[in-house]
C-alpha cells in the first residue's frame, strides 16, 4: 500500500514539472520561482501605466496642435489611429497576462493540496503498518 502511494506521489510530481514548464512558455514575461508572480504583476502593471500615460499626452498634444490650426477633427483621426493601439494593446497583454497567472496559482494550489493529501495517506499507512 505504501508503495502504491509512494508511485502516486512520483507521479504527480512528474505531471507537476511537465505542467510548470508548459506554464512557463504560457507566462512569457514571468518567471516561475524568481520571486512572487504578484509582485511581477504589480510592476508590469507600473510599465504598462507609463506605456499608457506618455502616449496619451503625445495624443493630446497632437489633439491640440491640430485644434489650434482649425481641425480637431484631423487631430482625433490621427490620435485615434496612431495612439489609442498604443494604450490600448498594453492593456489587453497585462489583463491576459493577469489571467494566466491567476489560473497557473489554482493550478499549483490544486496541486499542493492534492500532494498534501497523498503524504497524508502515506504518513497514515505508515504509521499503521
Not at 504589480?42 to 495624443?59: F, Q
Not at 497576462?97 to 497514515?124: M, W
Request: avoid cysteine.
Amino acid at each position: 500500500m505504501n508503495a502504491d502511494v509512494s508511485n502516486n506521489l512520483t507521479e504527480l510530481d512528474t505531471r507537476w514539472r511537465a505542467r510548470e514548464q508548459e506554464w512557463a512558455r504560457r507566462l512569457g514575461r514571468l518567471r516561475l520561482g524568481v520571486e512572487p508572480l504578484e509582485e511581477q504583476l504589480a510592476r508590469y502593471r507600473r510599465t504598462t501605466w507609463a506605456l499608457a500615460i506618455v502616449p496619451g499626452i503625445i495624443a493630446l498634444m497632437f489633439l491640440t496642435l491640430f485644434t489650434v490650426f482649425g481641425r480637431p477633427d484631423i487631430g482625433l483621426v490621427v490620435v485615434v489611429i496612431l495612439f489609442v493601439p498604443m494604450t490600448l494593446f498594453p492593456w489587453l497583454g497585462y489583463t491576459k497576462l493577469k489571467h494566466r497567472a491567476a489560473a497557473y496559482l489554482a493550478e499549483r494550489a490544486r496541486f499542493e493540496d492534492e500532494r498534501t493529501r497523498l503524504l497524508d495517506a502515506s504518513l497514515k499507512t505508515t504509521t499503521t503498518s
